[in-house]
């Protein structure tokens, strides 16, 4: 039972982020052909989210949950 539990909730958590990466604002950085490639961070809860520049606009790539200290890091 804790086994179907345990999958149960990371399976909505699996689903809120996917939901959510598109709900979460971009970056005020100008994304254009300049900076293709060019990847930035924002702040997000207790991390950040990375994100990279298409030649037009910015995608969600990766968030990270940090520590109460903005330290230790890991992406999720």
Do not use: R
């Not at 699996?14 to 254009?32: I, R, V």
């Not at 520049?53 to 890091?73: A, I």
Request: hydrophobic share 40%.
């Amino acid at each position: 039972m804790h086994k179907i539990l345990l999958g149960a909730a990371i399976a909505l958590i699996g689903l809120g982020m996917s939901s959510s990466a598109n709900a979460w604002p971009p970056p005020t950085a100008t994304c254009d052909a300049s900076n293709a490639g060019a990847q930035t961070a924002t702040p997000f809860g207790s991390g950040y989210i990375v994100w990279e520049c298409d030649g037009s606009q910015w995608y969600f790539m990766l968030q990270y949950v940090c520590d109460s200290n903005g330290n230790n890091c890991i992406p999720l």
